[in-house]
T-cell receptor, first 111, second 115 residues
């Protein structure tokens, strides 16, 4: 059962903020966020473990709400380079072998 | 910076033929994975491999698929008798540790086209 991402697509102007959500109906152990540009491999952004952890990387940060079984990715002051498809990959146990990816969120940042 | 490499970048084959996709994981990594992505769709897990055996596999990974680590550096995915629906981008990934803390680094992918 795959996680559900929302929104499916978003268009931003450079400098605007965006939030991408990843929700699961099953209890999550961890959430991995990736960005994929067209024709390229997914690039790792960050991992969040259960426990409500929040992480940040430059102007991109994420949180993990264990009660809601949801992770949110926050993109602040977006740059043109942020354009791409964002996927969350979820793990449901700590065996750590299999990532189940959501359907992706297409983000387009315009000048 | 170490990276996962894959060959070939594009493979075209006839339905029913066997193909072998090759990957060189990051050198000190112990866990290896194959994923596929049909054009325009999400990334799907196929199989994970650790200590010379399959750790986990998905429903997609049926008897037509096999994986092997023939030497200390390569990791291969074999499809015995390709079908049209096997056409996809195949990504290899590796991680240095298992468990939820193991970041999976993806290779550039092999685009498989089955005619």
């Amino acid at each position: 059962q795959q996680p559900v991402q929302s929104p499916q697509a978003v268009i931003l102007r450079e400098g605007e903020d965006a939030v991408i959500n990843c929700s699961s109906s099953k209890a999550l152990y961890s959430v991995h966020w990736y960005r994929q540009k067209h024709g390229e491999a997914p690039v790792f952004l960050m991992i969040l473990l259960k426990g409500g952890e929040q992480k940040g990387h430059d102007k991109i940060s994420a949180s993990f709400n264990e009660k809601k079984q949801q992770s949110s990715l926050y993109l602040t002051a977006s740059q043109l380079s942020y354009s791409g498809t964002y996927f969350c990959g979820t793990e449901y146990n700590n065996a750590g072998n299999m990532l189940t990816f959501g359907g992706g969120t297409r983000l387009m940042v315009k000048p | 910076e170490p990276e996962v490499t894959q060959t070939p970048s594009h493979q075209v084959t006839q339905m029913g033929q066997e193909v072998i996709l090759r990957c060189v994981p990051i050198s000190n990594h112990l866990y290896f994975y194959w994923y596929r992505q049909i054009l325009g769709q999400k990334v799907e897990f196929l199989v994970s491999f650790y200590n010379n055996e399959i750790s986990e596999k998905s429903e997609i990974f049926d008897d037509q698929f096999s994986v092997e680590r023939p030497d200390g550096s390569n990791f291969t995915l074999k499809i015995r008798s390709t079908k049209l629906e096997d056409s996809a981008m195949y990504f290899c990934a590796s991680s240095g540790s298992g468990g939820a803390r193991g970041t999976q680094y993806f290779g550039p992918g092999t685009r498989l086209t089955v005619l």
